[in-house]
Structure formats: C-alpha cells, structure tokens
C-alpha cells in the first residue's frame, strides 16, 4: 500500500468508520467474511461485494443500489427493509433469508 492510502476495511466497525467519510462505489470488498455482522442502515450503494460471506448478516435498512452482490451469500441473512434496486445478483444466495419489505428485490419462486 502506498504511504497515505487507506486500508479497505475488512470488519464491520472498519466499514462503518469508513463510510462515515466515504461513498461505497469504489469500494471492492469481494469475498469479504461479514458472517453475522451487522451491516444495518449502511449505504453501501455501488459498492463491490460479489462472493461476499453475508450469511446471517444483517442488512436491515441498508441501501445497495446498484450493489455487485454476484455470487454472494446471504443465506439467512437479516434483510428487511433493505434496498437492492439495480444490484447485480447473478448466482447470489438468499436462502433461508428474512426479505420482508425489501425493495428492488425478486425473490426465486
């Protein structure tokens, strides 16, 4: 890393500091391990979390507009009231997720 770069955060309480100064759309968290985290009320619009590990996350709230969530798992995942409109959600896994209220959202029949 070059001296005055920051380092992405990798927890959820590094991720909320830097979105605190931050926009999410340049943010590349793919494969991330946010298992359990709680990600609620985050706005994590544009951001990249394909493959991410959301499993039991919780989102509540959470805007992910145009979110790359491709291959992501967010199976049990706390989801309700979140926003995906335009995310990007080939091969994303929501089973067992709680997806009430969610918006931008068709969930498989």
Not at 24 to 38: C, R
Not at 47 to 64: C, E, N
Not at 76 to 104: C, S
Request: proline share 5%; net charge negative.
């Amino acid at each position: 890393m070059a001296s005055g770069e920051e380092a992405l955060p990798t927890t959820p309480a590094a991720l909320r500091a830097y979105l605190a100064h931050h926009q999410a759309q340049a943010l590349d968290l793919s494969g991330v391990d946010f298992v359990h985290a709680d990600l609620s009320g985050l706005d994590l619009s544009g951001a990249k979390l394909a493959h991410a590990h959301l499993v039991g996350a919780s989102l509540r709230q959470a805007r992910l507009v145009g979110t790359d969530l491709a291959g992501a798992d967010l199976s049990g995942a706390y989801l309700a009231g979140a926003d995906f409109t335009g995310a990007a959600l080939p091969g994303a896994i929501f089973e067992g997720a709680h997806l009430e209220g969610v918006r931008g959202l068709t969930p498989p029949r």
